[in-house]
């Protein structure tokens, strides 16, 4: 069954591109692509390298709320591994899972390696939500399509009002806290509630989701500006975040696909030929997937091998004890 799935996505990856590429003459973007120079494509990467970081100190404050500890050099190598396997297996909860795995092998419990990975990843969406809302007002001048303007809106609410009913779940009768998924719920809702409801966790993850998101419109509108596009950075601004919002549908490898046909249409707001935001679509995920890789040498070469995770569990336990 797994196996079907991961062929499924592939599937949909590649049948989307062609549904895109059958829009208009592959010529054009081949001629936009070539437009583009090393040292454009290279700072796209190292901006893209520069999220990491942001997305590590997020993580840790999720750590930290659990009441763990997790060294920075540690969270971070897992952080890279995690978005290596977020491009190559076919959703995002594949790079999770490893996440789960490494940091559990790194030290933390399993329950609360688990619970933290989910809570970044819910909380990094609601930091997408929130960019997104907050650019409705000035992103409905560009966007004059009613369908589109509901579809964002309700993405923007229902995703953001969930999470919100989320933390405020009643707490769960004694009588359900026999079952194991109880406990597992219980106990995710109530470090959800810590990272909610305290503004020195709060404040910072949420900033630290936001300003990642805000470097990946820079690298869109980067990439935009070498292709000679007239794109302004607050065109990118606003219409960058619902393109991530719909490439985040788990339907594809990493997005790909799905993140083309929304960006070609989102773009077209802004009189952007389709080739062109093609071109843009492509490149954006090419230097994402490029600055993955530094997870896969890490994965491969570094020492995540059980041994030195073993090693690397000692120093978490250690650096707890000592913090402690």
């Known amino acids: 069954m797994k196996l079907f799935k991961t062929f499924a996505k592939v599937a949909v990856s590649l049948a989307l591109i062609w549904i895109v590429v059958r829009a208009f003459d592959m010529k054009g973007v081949f001629h936009h692509l070539l437009q ?5 494509i290279a700072l796209a990467i190292i901006c893209a390298l ?5 997305h590590t100190l997020r993580w840790m404050i999720a750590v930290k709320a659990s009441g763990n500890h997790i060294p920075f050099k540690t969270a971070l190598h897992i952080v890279l591994i995690g978005h290596f396997f977020n491009q190559t297996l076919p959703s995002s ?5 490893v996440r789960i795995w490494c940091a559990w092998r790194a030290g933390l419990g399993a329950g609360d390696a688990a619970r933290t990975v989910i809570l970044d990843r819910a909380i990094s969406l609601v930091g997408l939500l929130l960019l997104a809302g907050a650019g409705l007002p000035w992103l409905f001048d560009l966007v004059t399509d009613p369908a589109a303007r509901m579809a964002i809106l309700a993405a923007v609410v229902v995703g953001i009002g969930g999470f919100l009913v989320f933390v405020a779940l009643p707490r769960l009768p004694p009588s359900l806290l026999k079952w194991r998924i109880a406990r597992a719920l219980a106990d995710l809702v109530a470090l959800a509630r810590r990272l909610t409801f305290t ?8 900033a630290l989701a936001v300003i990642g998101f805000i470097v990946f419109v ?3 509108f980067w990439l935009a500006t070498a292709l000679h596009l007239e794109v302004r950075f607050t065109d990118c601004l606003l219409l960058v975040p619902p393109v991530l919002l719909i490439s ?11 993140r083309e046909g929304a960006m070609v249409v989102a773009f077209g707001f802004v009189n952007v030929p389709p ?10 995920g090419l230097t994402i997937a490029a600055a993955s890789l530094p997870g896969a040498l890490l994965w491969l070469m570094s020492g995540y ?3 030195n995770l073993e090693e690397a569990g000692k120093l978490a336990d250690r650096d707890r004890q000592t913090t402690g």
């Open 36 to 40: 583009v120079d090393a040292g454009t």
């Open 50 to 54: 520069g999220v990491v970081p942001l």
């Open 93 to 97: 909860v594949g790079g999770d899972a």
């Open 199 to 206: 503004p020195g966790y709060v404040i910072p993850i949420l």
């Open 218 to 220: 820079f690298i869109v």
């Open 248 to 258: 985040v549908i788990p339907v594809s490898i990493a997005g790909w696909g799905v």
């Open 275 to 284: 080739s062109a935001a093609f071109a843009v679509s492509v490149l954006f």
């Open 305 to 307: 091998s059980a041994q």
